[in-house]
């Protein structure tokens, strides 16, 4: 029986539990807990997994949940993952397609469905498409988890709580924040949020929604809440468009994160005021056919001769063989237009090469570049002691092929004083930090703004209070 909104509370009271994101960066997974139990997202900690797991130390494929459960990768609770007995949550609601919100859903048993944004589908299944088949595929053809999509404006009605989700500006399309009504009041949810994208209107939305419903309590991410510098995509536009300039006609390579869909319309944008040719990946092609054919509400670049095609690398046996191709290339190579490292090389001042990770800089060593090409590196920094070995790989490379490296890009996460402002804005009597290295160093900002909010800092797998 649904609760009467603003009845006594009879219940149990509220309780919030945060299982990934307390004290760390990722991995979010938040249980809300009343009658019933609504999880906000359930995505990988790579923080965890990365003390226990590597490229040849795997969790074993037949015990896959079991040494996940027993190293803290997900958290150990009955009904979850097994398929027998009564399902541990209601439904778990994602925010956005970053693994380290949903990566994990695909691990959950399948009769426990599964809320996420229209286009969120269409990214992760864009994502799923290139990668083999996997027990921590979302969509797996055996088995798919029912999925409910929702834009904002939809109404997502539960046992004990009705959630608003409202578009959010985040560095991949469909981010959103959740607002939840409750029989004891209402909270937040930002998800992933910033406010100095080119669609910072929707983190506005986001924010007078809180407003309008008197939010009290709000889980706002924290990642870069020691950080004071803003770079805009506007910045990254000047920048790129910059140091490409002054290479005259050698070749530009830039790495753009597959989801990032802002940097790579930037990309688009530079390369035109060049008169370049782009060159995109083939992973970035299958993004952006999945979305055109899926009916995205969003304005989908064309691939096209003329402008925009995608680079065939080499694979196997180095001759662009069919049988060299994994089933999703194959496929998708029949539609496009491509080209190949050989076009390139022959006219590298024609070409923008956008590559969807930095360690596809060895592709480049086929294209021979010409001493003095710029490589830039468009996605966040390394913050992990496993990111910074791998960085350091790259400026080999960068070395050996005689490359100019550039770093230049524009965060997907507030920064300090808009996470001050938007907490200002909403005013609520309560906020809970997740998503952050430096949870308390919000409490320190807060009060030196001369606010009164009280700052709860979540200790993971421990369930605190809601209001």
Same mark, same amino acid.
């Given at each position: 029986?649904?609760?009467?909104?603003?009845?006594?509370?009879?219940?149990?009271?509220?309780?919030?539990?945060?299982?990934?994101?307390?004290?760390?960066?990722?991995?979010?997974?938040?249980?809300?807990?009343?009658?019933?139990?609504?999880?906000?997202? #359930?995505?990988?900690?790579?923080?965890?997994?990365?003390?226990?797991?590597?490229?040849?130390?795997?969790?074993?494929? #037949?015990?896959?949940?079991? =040494?996940?459960?027993?190293?803290?990768?997900?958290?150990?609770? *009955?009904?979850?993952?097994?398929?027998?007995?009564?399902?541990?949550?209601?439904?778990?609601?994602?925010?956005?397609?970053?693994? =380290?919100?949903?990566?994990?859903?695909?691990?959950?048993?399948?009769? %426990?469905?599964?809320?996420?944004?229209?286009?969120?589908?269409?990214?992760?299944?864009?994502?799923?498409?290139?990668?083999?088949?996997?027990?921590?595929?979302?969509?797996?053809?055996?088995?798919?988890?029912?999925?409910?999509?929702?834009?904002?404006?939809?109404?997502?009605?539960?046992?004990?709580?009705?959630?608003?989700?409202?578009?959010?500006?985040?560095?991949?399309?469909?981010?959103?924040? &959740?607002?939840?009504?409750?029989? +004891?009041?209402?909270?937040?949810?930002?998800? =992933?949020?910033?406010?100095?994208?080119?669609?910072?209107?929707? /983190?506005?939305? #986001?924010?007078?929604?809180? @407003?309008?419903?008197?939010?009290?309590?709000? @889980? %706002?991410?924290?990642?870069?809440?020691?950080? /004071?510098?803003?770079?805009? +995509?506007?910045?990254? *536009?000047?920048?790129?468009?910059?140091?490409?300039?002054?290479?005259?006609?050698?070749?530009?390579?830039?790495?753009?994160?597959?989801?990032?869909?802002?940097?790579?319309?930037?990309?688009?944008?530079?390369?035109?005021?060049?008169?370049?040719?782009?060159?995109?990946?083939?992973?970035?092609?299958?993004?952006?056919? /999945?979305?055109?054919?899926?009916?995205?509400?969003?304005?989908?670049?064309?691939?096209?001769?003329?402008?925009?095609?995608?680079?065939?690398?080499?694979?196997?046996?180095?001759?662009?063989?069919? /049988?060299?191709?994994?089933?999703?290339?194959?496929?998708?190579?029949?539609?496009?237009?491509?080209?190949? =490292?050989?076009?390139?090389?022959?006219?590298?001042?024609?070409?923008? &090469?956008?590559?969807?990770?930095?360690?596809?800089?060895?592709?480049?060593?086929?294209?021979?570049?010409?001493?003095?090409?710029?490589?830039?590196?468009?996605?966040?920094?390394?913050?992990?002691?496993?990111?910074?070995?791998?960085?350091?790989?790259?400026?080999?490379?960068?070395?050996?092929?005689?490359?100019?490296?550039?770093? %230049?890009?524009?965060?997907?996460?507030?920064?300090?004083?808009? &996470?001050?402002?938007?907490?200002?804005?909403?005013?609520?009597?309560? %906020?809970?930090?997740?998503?952050?290295?430096?949870?308390?160093?919000?409490?320190?900002?807060?009060?030196?703004?001369?606010? *009164?909010?009280?700052?709860?800092?979540?200790?993971?797998?421990?369930?605190?209070?809601?209001?």
């Amino acid at each position: 029986m649904q609760r009467i909104y603003g009845s006594p509370h009879i219940y149990p009271a509220l309780k919030l539990t945060v299982y990934g994101a307390a004290g760390q960066i990722g991995g979010n997974k938040i249980l809300l807990e009343d009658r019933s139990k609504v999880f906000l997202d #359930f995505g990988v900690d790579f923080n965890t997994r990365s003390r226990y797991f590597s490229t040849f130390l795997q969790p074993r494929r #037949f015990a896959l949940v079991r =040494d996940y459960v027993a190293t803290g990768v997900l958290p150990p609770l *009955k009904g979850l993952y097994e398929k027998e007995g009564t399902p541990f949550a209601e439904a778990v609601v994602i925010t956005h397609g970053h693994l =380290d919100h949903y990566g994990h859903a695909s691990l959950l048993r399948p009769d %426990i469905p599964l809320y996420m944004g229209e286009t969120t589908r269409l990214l992760i299944q864009a994502r799923e498409n290139t990668k083999q088949k996997s027990p921590e595929n979302l969509f797996n053809k055996n088995e798919e988890h029912p999925v409910e999509v929702f834009r904002t404006g939809s109404k997502l009605v539960f046992e004990d709580a009705i959630i608003y989700p409202v578009h959010v500006d985040h560095s991949i399309p469909a981010a959103y924040g &959740l607002v939840i009504e409750t029989g +004891e009041g209402v909270l937040a949810y930002t998800g =992933d949020l910033r406010m100095h994208g080119p669609k910072s209107e929707m /983190t506005h939305d #986001f924010v007078e929604k809180c @407003v309008k419903m008197n939010v009290e309590t709000l @889980v %706002i991410e924290g990642t870069r809440v020691d950080e /004071t510098d803003v770079s805009t +995509e506007d910045d990254v *536009k000047k920048e790129l468009t910059r140091v490409a300039a002054q290479v005259g006609d050698k070749l530009v390579s830039v790495v753009v994160a597959m989801m990032d869909f802002d940097r790579l319309n930037t990309v688009l944008s530079v390369a035109e005021n060049l008169d370049r040719v782009v060159a995109i990946s083939l992973h970035h092609a299958n993004l952006l056919t /999945t979305l055109k054919t899926g009916g995205a509400r969003m304005n989908i670049p064309e691939l096209r001769d003329e402008k925009l095609v995608a680079f065939l690398e080499r694979r196997r046996t180095g001759t662009y063989s069919k /049988t060299d191709y994994p089933s999703w290339q194959a496929e998708l190579i029949e539609k496009i237009p491509t080209v190949g =490292d050989e076009e390139i090389r022959r006219d590298q001042k024609k070409y923008l &090469l956008v590559l969807s990770r930095a360690e596809d800089i060895i592709k480049l060593s086929d294209i021979e570049p010409e001493p003095g090409s710029l490589f830039i590196l468009s996605t966040s920094e390394a913050h992990s002691e496993e990111q910074m070995l791998e960085e350091e790989r790259i400026h080999n490379w960068v070395n050996l092929l005689d490359l100019r490296y550039e770093h %230049i890009h524009s965060s997907g996460h507030a920064p300090q004083k808009d &996470l001050i402002k938007i907490v200002e804005e909403i005013n609520p009597r309560k %906020i809970i930090p997740v998503h952050t290295l430096k949870p308390m160093l919000m409490k320190q900002l807060l009060n030196n703004s001369g606010l *009164k909010t009280v700052v709860e800092e979540p200790v993971q797998g421990m369930g605190m209070d809601v209001f």
